[in-house]
């Protein structure tokens, strides 16, 4: 059987700023507008697609080499999304997904590293940005706990409260998960499938392969990169080629 050696990418943003001037004491990976726009202007120059996970479910798995598709994912749901990342997606009518977190402000990153208070966007902030179409929105926990160290009581209210907390107040139906700080456990991933999760994102770990497990889907992680190596990145073999080095990893 002939090994696959391509994959739909799927990209990590987390946070966006004005420019430079803008950064404080962040510690959380970030582009800047100007970096941002430019990725989205050279996705559509190299004709690629930009869809969400309902929108893979709808093409079918089968069928997702048929065009450049490529998923854009953006982890927490800060206040810079619909300032920053909301107009561009506008602007160039392309799509994202957004995993938001229940709190209103970065308190995990506040309390352990003493970083600077960044508020989560605003309940109409998020009902405009599903109203457009262009953003779909999945689940990242209540407070952004770490798998690695809560036990299942909590990791499954982390997971089940926050899933209902947004569908009830959207009115939508939530696809997808990313696990925070991408800390996957068999735990976590069996708590995110019994909940109704269809897909689950991780970080720096999975084969690369979506059909492999649809609950560990690796992502590549997109900050202030260069020209060359943001092209290296959003390339259908890179997450193959990551995944075939984590999976050596795990083998010693």
């Avoid at 700023?17 to 990976?29: F, R, Y």
């Avoid at 050279?42 to 079918?60: A, C, P, Q, S, V």
């Avoid at 925070?180 to 708590?191: L, Q, W």
Wanted: charged share 30%; with cysteine.
């Amino acid at each position: 059987m002939k090994k696959q050696k391509i994959e739909v990418p799927i990209l990590m943003y987390h946070q966006f700023k004005e420019d430079m001037n803008h950064v404080g004491n962040s510690i959380a990976t970030y582009v800047t507008r100007k970096q941002f726009e430019w990725h989205l202007r050279t996705l559509k120059f190299l004709g690629y697609e930009t869809i969400t996970f309902r929108d893979l479910e709808k093409i079918g798995l089968e069928n997702r080499f048929k065009k450049r598709y490529i998923i854009l994912t953006v982890d927490d749901g800060y206040q810079d999304n619909y300032e920053i990342l909301f107009p561009l997606l506008k602007k160039y009518q392309m799509k994202a997904v957004i995993y938001l977190v229940s709190d209103s402000y970065n308190r995990w990153d506040v309390e352990e590293y003493g970083v600077d208070k960044n508020p989560m966007m605003k309940e109409e902030q998020v009902r405009e940005m599903i109203e457009s179409g262009l953003v779909e929105f999945g689940g990242h926990t209540l407070h952004h706990c770490d798998f690695h160290v809560v036990g299942e009581k909590t990791a499954r209210q982390e997971i089940l409260e926050n899933k209902k907390d947004l569908e009830e107040k959207y009115g939508i139906s939530l696809t997808s998960f990313a696990y925070p700080y991408g800390h996957v456990t068999e735990t976590a991933k069996k708590i995110v499938k019994e909940v109704g999760y269809r897909f689950a994102v991780s970080t720096s770990t999975g084969t690369g392969i979506i059909t492999d497990d649809l609950y560990e889907m690796r992502r590549t992680s997109i900050d202030r990169t260069s020209v060359w190596r943001f092209l290296k990145r959003i390339s259908g073999r890179y997450s193959v080629y990551k995944g075939k080095k984590w999976m050596r990893q795990q083998e010693k």
